[in-house]
């Protein structure tokens, strides 16, 4: 397809953008080394050439999209190391170009060139409107045969979020696909990273794409709802802002709201109106802890609260004494506010917070230098024993996935 090619906004050239994005890309790893820096230009170079003259069906140039996923895993990530980004930038070029694997091999590394190779092979077998378990264990295998470097995975999920973002100039029918592609299998990995930000992204990206009329309809309500809320979470963060003061701990409070997505399938799950999935205000109160300090700073906090508002004992989660399985610490309470309203209460350090929003990927900012290739490797083990625990079946897998 011939598209027309207009400069975009504001009058830049699209050469002057594509320099951008990757100054933009440079910028979001300061700490690299002069050679990795150079590596990653070469890799720039090379995906740019090969792209050259190829725009996406938005009409932009092709390399923009690598260049995007490549951002999304260095900042959305957190994953700053040079051979996923290398990855990313190169991660359309078998596939859609005439550079062979050799040439990547020749130029960079084998393990590069193995990473490449997955991102070209994996594309998603199943189909996703009947996703039965041998289509899941398919998937499943697919994903650990193919995977031998987790970074696969996560580039693969960078690069449908990227898609996603920009899914409006598909074709209706390829758009379904994709958006429940979306929804069945990268969500649920992404949860299943710990990528909770991501996950709720491409959640909300594929409802909005495959029921527009009804993600309309509950970001409208939703809207409404968070006017009408709005007074009475500022005057209940207030009291707690004021209680909090007297212990001298360092924090911040963020008032918290329920994905357009996640509201939508409480109300399927449970057949309930709007009014009654939305019926929960939730805080998050993150502090800035010692070392060796966090979890007496969290149960102290907890305890101030629940001295001015009665918690709820049977919602009490304790995700700090024992971190579920991707990594995430937390403490959770409901308290019942005044006037009879519950509010949920997350307490987290910043430490856990990054560690909740951007995966086990910001585990990797908290190790010391040099222990980081040890730490990746082990995470990437792990990740690859979750995918081949003999104890789910895959269905279940897709399922727990999906929770
Ligand atoms: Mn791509």
Request: net charge neutral; aromatic share 8%; proline share 4%.
């Given at each position: 397809m011939t598209l027309p090619s207009p400069p975009p906004?504001?009058?830049?050239?699209y050469e002057t953008e594509v320099k951008r994005a990757f100054q933009r890309l440079l910028r979001a790893m300061p700490g690299i080394s002069r050679n990795d820096k150079q590596n990653i230009r070469r890799a720039f170079d090379m995906a740019n050439q090969a792209h050259m003259g190829v725009r996406r069906k938005s009409g932009e140039p092709y390399i923009l999209h690598p260049l995007a996923v490549a951002y999304i895993v260095v900042k959305e990530m957190g994953l700053v190391d040079p051979v996923s980004v290398i990855c990313a930038l190169l991660h359309d070029v078998v596939e859609d170009t005439d550079i062979l694997l050799d040439e990547i091999r020749r130029k960079f590394d084998n393990h590069i060139a193995s990473i490449v190779d997955g991102l070209t092979k994996i594309t998603t077998p199943i189909d996703v409107d009947r996703v039965d378990s041998e289509q899941a264990e398919n998937f499943r295998k697919l994903f650990l045969t193919i995977s031998s470097d987790i970074r696969v995975v996560l580039i693969k999920l960078a690069d449908r979020l990227h898609n996603m973002r920009t899914l409006?100039?598909?074709?209706p029918e390829k758009m379904l696909k994709i958006a429940s592609e979306t929804l069945y299998i990268y969500a649920p990995l992404a949860h299943r990273f710990g990528l909770y930000e991501i996950k709720i992204e491409l959640e909300d990206l594929a409802f909005k794409y495959s029921q527009p009329r009804q993600y309309d309809e509950i970001q409208q309500k939703l809207k409404e709802a968070q006017m009408d809320g709005k007074r009475y979470i500022q005057a209940f963060i207030h009291t707690i802002r004021q209680a909090l003061a007297t212990t001298g701990l360092k924090f911040h409070i963020l008032s918290r709201y329920k994905s357009i997505y996640s509201i939508y399938s409480k109300m399927i799950r449970k057949n309930l109106p709007f009014e009654e999935v939305y019926d929960i205000y939730a805080i998050r109160i993150i502090l800035e802890s010692r070392e060796g300090r966090e979890g007496a700073d969290c149960w102290q906090v907890y305890g101030v609260i629940s001295g001015i508002y009665r918690p709820i004992p049977k919602r009490l989660r304790d995700w700090i004494t024992v971190p579920k399985e991707n990594h995430y610490e937390s403490l959770h309470t409901t308290v019942q506010g005044p006037r009879g309203k519950q509010v949920e209460v997350q307490i987290r350090t910043s430490r856990m917070d990054e560690i909740a929003e951007?995966?086990?990927?910001?585990?990797w900012k908290y190790k010391e230098n040099g222990e980081e290739e040890d730490f990746l490797t082990e995470w990437i083990g792990q990740l690859r024993e979750t995918l081949k625990?003999?104890?789910?079946n895959a269905l279940e897998t897709l399922r727990e996935f999906r929770e």
């Amino acid at each position: 397809m011939t598209l027309p090619s207009p400069p975009p906004d504001g009058g830049l050239t699209y050469e002057t953008e594509v320099k951008r994005a990757f100054q933009r890309l440079l910028r979001a790893m300061p700490g690299i080394s002069r050679n990795d820096k150079q590596n990653i230009r070469r890799a720039f170079d090379m995906a740019n050439q090969a792209h050259m003259g190829v725009r996406r069906k938005s009409g932009e140039p092709y390399i923009l999209h690598p260049l995007a996923v490549a951002y999304i895993v260095v900042k959305e990530m957190g994953l700053v190391d040079p051979v996923s980004v290398i990855c990313a930038l190169l991660h359309d070029v078998v596939e859609d170009t005439d550079i062979l694997l050799d040439e990547i091999r020749r130029k960079f590394d084998n393990h590069i060139a193995s990473i490449v190779d997955g991102l070209t092979k994996i594309t998603t077998p199943i189909d996703v409107d009947r996703v039965d378990s041998e289509q899941a264990e398919n998937f499943r295998k697919l994903f650990l045969t193919i995977s031998s470097d987790i970074r696969v995975v996560l580039i693969k999920l960078a690069d449908r979020l990227h898609n996603m973002r920009t899914l409006g100039a598909m074709k209706p029918e390829k758009m379904l696909k994709i958006a429940s592609e979306t929804l069945y299998i990268y969500a649920p990995l992404a949860h299943r990273f710990g990528l909770y930000e991501i996950k709720i992204e491409l959640e909300d990206l594929a409802f909005k794409y495959s029921q527009p009329r009804q993600y309309d309809e509950i970001q409208q309500k939703l809207k409404e709802a968070q006017m009408d809320g709005k007074r009475y979470i500022q005057a209940f963060i207030h009291t707690i802002r004021q209680a909090l003061a007297t212990t001298g701990l360092k924090f911040h409070i963020l008032s918290r709201y329920k994905s357009i997505y996640s509201i939508y399938s409480k109300m399927i799950r449970k057949n309930l109106p709007f009014e009654e999935v939305y019926d929960i205000y939730a805080i998050r109160i993150i502090l800035e802890s010692r070392e060796g300090r966090e979890g007496a700073d969290c149960w102290q906090v907890y305890g101030v609260i629940s001295g001015i508002y009665r918690p709820i004992p049977k919602r009490l989660r304790d995700w700090i004494t024992v971190p579920k399985e991707n990594h995430y610490e937390s403490l959770h309470t409901t308290v019942q506010g005044p006037r009879g309203k519950q509010v949920e209460v997350q307490i987290r350090t910043s430490r856990m917070d990054e560690i909740a929003e951007k995966g086990v990927a910001a585990h990797w900012k908290y190790k010391e230098n040099g222990e980081e290739e040890d730490f990746l490797t082990e995470w990437i083990g792990q990740l690859r024993e979750t995918l081949k625990d003999p104890d789910l079946n895959a269905l279940e897998t897709l399922r727990e996935f999906r929770e």
